[in-house]
């Protein structure tokens, strides 16, 4: 069971715009930043989206995050086939005293 | 920037394996850094973190006790020692980077990461 709440599985067709949620609680997003991994099957994830909605160098503009409150989301604009990939939210739990993660969601390009 | 895992495979329940990851690219004394795990199948899961100076350690409930962080600056390579593994701790584990010197809060580098199978 992850802390952080994400959709097990998203899709969209070539084009789409696409978002996936994560839910969490006041002791972490509601009090925190928000990250997004990326990662495809048989690799390390890798850091898309820090700070709720800063995209590291390299990261494609049609990649993008919010956040209110205890709730981010991560969207995903012209969805392409190379997007299918598990995405991951992450954020600090100042409760537990570490980062925690959410399930992941598993994109699926149709 | 580079981070590479080694030392993981099989080992019997109650048993010992110490991972490591060999860095490159960046001032590793000047970066936290820490370990994250995924079980076949499963999510990510933070597992331990230290300092850039080694002057903090930091783990998970799941593996206190059981595990120890470590890192040698002068051959940029942060370790961790397995004690007392359990089935559950099969997974592939990942060195990551952390963004300062203390801050573990995200992970900006990722390694290709190293897969531990614990079963008799």
């Known amino acids: 069971q992850s802390v952080l709440t994400q959709p097990p599985s998203a899709s969209g067709t070539p084009g789409q715009r696409v978002t996936i949620s994560c839910s969490g609680s006041?002791?972490?997003?509601?009090?925190?930043?928000v990250y997004w991994y990326q990662q495809f099957p048989g690799s390390a994830p890798k850091l898309l989206i820090y700070?709720?909605?800063q995209r590291p160098s390299g990261v494609p503009d049609r990649f993008s995050g919010s956040k209110s409150g205890s709730s981010a989301s991560l969207a995903i604009s012209g969805l392409r086939s190379e997007d299918e990939a598990d995405y991951y939210c992450e954020a600090w739990d100042g409760s537990l005293s570490g980062p925690v993660f959410g399930g992941g969601t598993k994109l699926t390009v149709l | 920037v580079q981070l590479l895992e080694s030392g993981g495979g099989l080992v019997e329940p109650g048993g010992s394996l110490r991972l490591s990851c060999a860095a490159s690219?960046?001032?590793?004394?000047?970066?936290?850094m820490t370990w994250v795990r995924q079980a076949p199948g499963k999510g990510l899961e933070w597992v331990s973190a230290i300092t850039g100076g080694g002057d903090n350690t930091y783990y998970a409930d799941s593996v206190k006790g059981r595990f120890t962080i470590s890192r040698d600056n002068s051959k940029d390579t942060l370790y961790v020692q397995m004690n007392s593994l359990r089935v559950d701790d099969t997974a592939v584990y990942y060195c990551?980077?952390?963004?300062?010197?203390?801050?573990?809060?995200?992970?900006?580098?990722w390694g290709q990461g190293i897969l531990v199978t614990v079963s008799s």
């Open positions: 700070r709720n909605n």
């Open positions: 990551a980077k952390g963004p300062s010197y203390s801050d573990y809060d995200w992970f900006d580098t």
């Open positions: 006041s002791s972490n997003m509601g009090s925190n930043f």
């Open positions: 690219g960046f001032g590793f004394g000047n970066y936290a």
